[in-house]
Structures are given as structure tokens and as C-alpha cells.
Antibody, heavy 121, light 107 residues
């Protein structure tokens, strides 16, 4: 079964840091672009970042650029999101997502259950 | 960035009826538009990618059409489980953007 399981969310103060992890299973992780997408409470979806299947290209949303870092470890079949300088507006459920077609940047066909990040003093 | 606008914001229909949801991009995304369904407390589910390709396991009552800036998601005959929020998403250029969502509610 293809599965993504996020972990690492929690409550953090403004200016703090958090590292999210996503464990992938059931597919050849190294063949797919991966992404993080977030959803603030009672809001819509917001793309956060994407990383190429081989890790050589990374792209970020404007609201997180220079604060968040996406990375992956194919040996561990894991995706990560290092979040620094966190702001109240970063409060959201963070989803890990897999792209539908190998080596393509495309749409997201598999999503994790999400991990909640709350930024508050 | 490409702005993606969905309409209507809310659509009230009855089971068995046909639903037509629209998505408009501020500039051409050629065919690179996807549709997702999200139910309360759940992760989004991919329905359609690249404008008209149904994702694995998606029933045939869901179909997508359009190209350039105007796209449509059609549900031919609504089932009770189809009432949810629907999002479109462009992936032709960074930053990727999502529409604000259309809530499909039971009339």
C-alpha cells in the first residue's frame, strides 16, 4: 500500500523552529518529486515547497522562502521540512504529498494524514 | 504568480443532479490543472490531473475539461458522498497555486 506518514508537528513559539518528517512506503521514493502543502484552520490549500526526485531542485512558496528548507533522504525513504523563524501565520496542518507521475513535477495523488503546527506565544 | 479563481463559492444541489464547477487561471496553464476533493478532517484526494485525466480509482462520473485559462469539473450524477469541498490547482509554473475552493452542499 502506498502511504505517507507525517510527524514532528506541535506547538512552538514565534521565532522558533520545527522539523517535520514524512515516511514514505509502497512506492519507489527516489523516482518521484515530493511536496509539502499546508492548510490553515478553516482555510484553503497552500503549496509550501517541492523537491525533485533526485534532490537537485527545490522550489518554495513566497511566504516561506528563506525560512523553510525542504530535503529528502532516499536511503530512508523520507521527506523533511525544516521550518525556522516561525510566525503565527504558519499555523496550519502540513501535508506531505507525492506527485502522480514519476520524474514529473505534477499533481499530487497521495497525501499523508497531516501534522498540525501551531505557532503561538 | 498565477491566480486561480473558482466559481461558484458554494453550489447547492441534490443527489442525482449534475454538478459543474469552474476554475479560471489568470494566465494560460495549458493543460496543467488538477482537481481535488476534500472532506472534513481528511486530506485532499486527487480526482483529475492535467485537465482531463482521472486519477486511479476515481469513478467515471467525475470528468474534467478545458485548457488555457478556463477549466470545468463535472460530476454527472451526484452521489451522497460527493458533497465536499473541491479545489483546483495549477502546476505549470512556480509557485504552484490553488483556487479558494468550491463547497458542494446538499440542497
Amino acid at each position: 500500500e502506498v502511504q505517507l506518514v507525517e510527524s514532528g508537528g506541535g506547538l512552538v513559539q514565534p521565532g522558533g523552529s520545527l522539523r517535520l518528517s514524512c515516511a514514505a512506503s509502497g512506492f519507489t521514493f527516489s523516482r518521484y518529486w515530493m511536496a509539502w502543502v499546508r492548510q490553515a484552520p478553516r482555510r484553503g490549500l497552500e503549496w509550501v515547497a517541492s523537491i525533485k526526485h533526485d534532490g537537485t531542485e527545490k522550489n518554495y512558496g513566497d511566504s516561506v522562502k528563506h525560512r523553510f528548507t525542504i530535503s529528502r533522504d532516499s536511503a530512508q525513504n523520507s521527506l523533511y521540512l525544516q521550518m525556522d523563524s516561525l510566525r503565527v501565520e504558519d499555523t496550519a496542518v502540513y501535508y506531505c504529498a507525492k506527485v502522480v507521475v514519476p520524474a514529473d513535477t505534477g499533481a499530487f495523488d497521495i497525501w499523508g494524514q497531516g501534522t498540525m503546527v501551531a505557532v503561538s506565544s | 504568480e498565477i491566480v486561480v479563481t473558482q466559481s461558484p463559492a458554494t453550489l447547492s444541489l441534490s443527489p442525482g443532479e449534475r454538478a459543474t464547477l469552474s476554475c479560471r487561471a489568470s494566465q494560460s496553464v495549458t493543460k496543467y490543472l488538477a482537481w481535488y476533493q476534500q472532506k472534513p478532517g481528511q486530506a485532499p484526494r486527487l480526482l483529475i490531473y492535467d485537465a482531463s485525466n482521472r486519477a486511479t480509482g476515481i469513478p467515471a462520473r467525475f470528468s474534467g475539461s478545458g485548457s488555457g485559462t478556463d477549466f470545468t469539473l463535472t460530476i454527472s450524477s451526484l452521489e451522497p458522498e460527493d458533497f465536499a469541498i473541491y479545489y483546483c490547482h495549477q502546476r505549470i509554473e512556480w509557485p504552484y497555486t490553488f483556487g479558494q475552493g468550491t463547497k458542494l452542499e446538499i440542497k
